[in-house]
């Protein structure tokens, strides 16, 4: 028997000890990449012509008042095969007051009714087309309705003038707006400005209907005429105030896109019977599980299509935490956080950077012993940009074991081929898929980011995605560069006036509003 040799293991190093200097220098160039990240905030832009030469003509006590008389219109939208002879009257109202308020805009402009209630106003520029293209800014007449008035501090379509603000349904969404531009017109007419290019008004008069029958009218009528924009701006995100947090300045953030929107319907069928006679496969057991299993769904989030991660990028410079500075500023750590961030800690970042899918609906049985054989759920689903809607049909109806049918097949009796089916539907001109996302580094991008950096002087700009809809994603095939902002001011707790209880604006938003258009007005006159 040979002797044997007893080796002693030697301890290995500790995998820290390897990689510890590794790590001290990637923890130093991300600290020393955060401490001297230069801010990337575009310059303001001042007019060539001095504001003041063309504010000094603004009435702002008789844009409070307009305003006022345009709430007390009550415009409410529908669809259009649901208006009734009250609500056309209130639009052909609506439309009469404008025309009789703004005298020199509508002897100096073009007015045209298009779809039957909806307005395009055309602002002639001394340079054809060819030479420079035309610019639209939106708006819309309508405004949704009102559930509860008597919970309002002043009847919602009082438009009273009160404490420093206007009050009622539409100031915010977007009344204001309308007649700010509107006023910026008149107020460059009265200064004897003359642009070089065109700049047309476009306001709907059923945006907040999902089938939009306005703006559909209307794109139908710039591609008749060949018209293409250099840029377009709607309704969007407002300048908001500590909605980030550790940012003091006031947030201007400009929708590049928003997501798109589509209704999930999901049917589940059996054969009914007694409630003294229960099985486990009735419609509404049925319905539950897949209702359940939705919630269960997870969509990815990430900044890799959208344009969220150059909004933290925008951001990350002015962040006066070194940590925020360091994460927001890179790429690789931003993705990772919005991937692992649970939803509730930043429920808008989260909103943001993935698709979001929530039962809204839930319809089902006749009595309370009768077991239905049918019953009902709708999803509302709003699409990241990166994904389509029928990506987003196919995960769900996998998730939940249904099967897909068109829309025109729903009403089928015939259970034996799927008890569980599953369709989509998307209203109206805008589609179900995200809108383009129009890109952050155009001239007409810093023509608005100037502009606001002008009259908003403190304010911080970037690029965002807006989560709601708007009639711009119709007019994504007359502009590549569709941009969405809202100059007014708000605080957190003041953006759930805009569709809720006790709407307003303050008379120096709507004094600043003015303001805005005829900058942006004067300085992509000069683009």
């Known amino acids: 028997m040979q002797p044997t040799t007893k080796f002693r293991k030697s301890s290995p190093i500790p995998l820290l000890f390897i990689l510890a200097p590794f790590l001290v220098v990637l923890v130093s160039y991300v600290l020393y990449h955060a401490t001297t990240l230069p801010s990337i905030q575009l310059p303001e832009i001042i007019p060539a012509v001095p504001l003041h030469s063309v504010t000094s003509y ?39 007051f404008l025309e009789r308020e703004f005298p020199t805009v509508r002897n100096a402009l ?62 915010l969404d977007v009344k204001g707006m309308l007649i700010s531009q509107l006023v910026a017109v008149e107020a460059l007419l009265k200064a004897g400005y003359r ?15 999902i089938a939009s029958e306005g703006s559909k009218a209307l794109r139908n009528l710039f591609i008749e005429r060949r018209l293409r924009f250099k840029f377009i701006l709607d309704e969007g995100l407002p300048i908001s105030n500590r909605m ?89 750590l931003a993705e990772h956080l919005v991937r692992i961030l649970p939803a509730k800690v930043s429920p808008g970042l989260a909103a943001m950077t993935r698709t979001t899918l929530a039962t809204t609906q839930i319809r089902g049985g006749l009595g309370g012993n009768v077991l239905p054989n049918d019953a009902t759920a709708s999803v509302n689903c709003r699409i990241r940009p990166g994904e389509t809607a029928e990506e987003v049909l196919h995960y769900v109806a996998k998730a939940i074991g249904a099967l897909i049918v068109d829309a025109d097949q729903r009403g089928s009796n015939d259970t034996a081929f799927s008890p569980l089916t599953i369709w989509y539907n998307c209203d109206g001109p805008r589609g179900c898929d995200p809108s383009p996302v129009s890109s952050s580094n155009t001239e007409a991008y810093r023509v608005l980011a100037g502009s606001i950096r002008h009259v908003y002087d403190n304010a911080l ?37 805009i569709h809720g209880l006790n709407e307003r604006i303050a008379t120096k938003d709507l004094h600043d509003m003015i303001g805005f258009f005829i900058t942006v007005i004067l300085n992509a006159d000069n683009m």
Not at 195 to 209: M, Q
Request: charged fraction near 20%; proline fraction near 7%; include cysteine.
């Open 461 to 497: 700009v970037a690029p965002s995605l807006l989560m709601g809809a708007t009639d711009a994603a119709t007019y994504k095939v007359v502009s590549d560069n569709i941009y969405r902002f809202q100059p007014i001011r708000l605080w957190p707790q003041d953006v759930a006036r």
């Open 195 to 209: 642009p070089k290019r065109s700049f047309y008004l476009a306001f709907g008069h059923d945006e907040e209907t």
């Open 244 to 332: 980030f947090p550790g940012i003091e300045a006031p947030l201007a953030l400009i929708g590049v896109a928003e997501k798109g929107m589509m209704q999930l319907h999901i049917r589940a069928r059996s054969s009914g019977g007694h409630g003294s006679m229960p099985f486990s496969d009735n419609a509404v057991h049925m319905l539950s599980k897949a209702v359940s299993r939705v919630a269960d769904i997870k969509p990815k989030a990430t900044l890799a299509d959208g344009p969220i991660g150059d909004l933290l990028q925008s951001l990350a410079p002015e962040h006066p935490w070194l940590l925020a500075r360091a994460v927001l500023g890179s790429s690789f």
């Open 110 to 171: 073009n007015w045209e009714i298009v779809g039957g209630h909806s307005l395009l106003l055309s602002w002639k520029g001394s340079e054809g087309v060819d030479t420079n293209l035309p610019i639209l800014f939106c708006a819309h007449q309508d405004v949704v309705g009102v559930d509860n008035p008597g919970d309002w501090d002043f009847p919602p379509f009082s438009g009273a003038i009160k404490g420093g603000f206007i009050h009622g349904r539409g100031t």
């Open 58 to 96: 603004v009435n702002y006590s008789l844009a409070e008042l307009r305003l006022s008389e345009a709430v007390r219109i009550p415009t409410i939208s529908k669809r259009f095969d649901e208006f009734t002879s009250d609500d056309l009257e209130h639009l052909k109202r609506f439309r009469g």
